[in-house]
């Protein structure tokens, strides 16, 4: 997306970032996971809304998976 930002004449970019607890830097709008579109380790929909990434390893938050939205 930045790339295709980039050649349309974009000249400011913004990205977010988060750093997990064994200090990995991650790309991340938020500083927890959001339930709206985060799927935990056991494939259900996570309910907390206060799952901080700085609280969990890299290896631990490559167990969620982000990003689809969930069904109503």
Request: proline share 4%; glycine share 6%.
């Amino acid at each position: 997306a930045f790339a295709r930002a980039l050649s349309l004449g974009v000249s400011t970019l913004e990205l977010d970032t988060a750093i997990t607890r064994d200090g990995v830097i991650v790309v991340s709008h938020d500083a927890t996971l959001n339930p709206d579109i985060t799927r935990g380790p056991d494939a259900t929909w996570i309910a907390r809304r206060d799952l901080a990434i700085h609280a969990l390893t890299w290896k631990e938050l490559q167990s969620y998976d982000v990003g689809r939205i969930r069904p109503l």
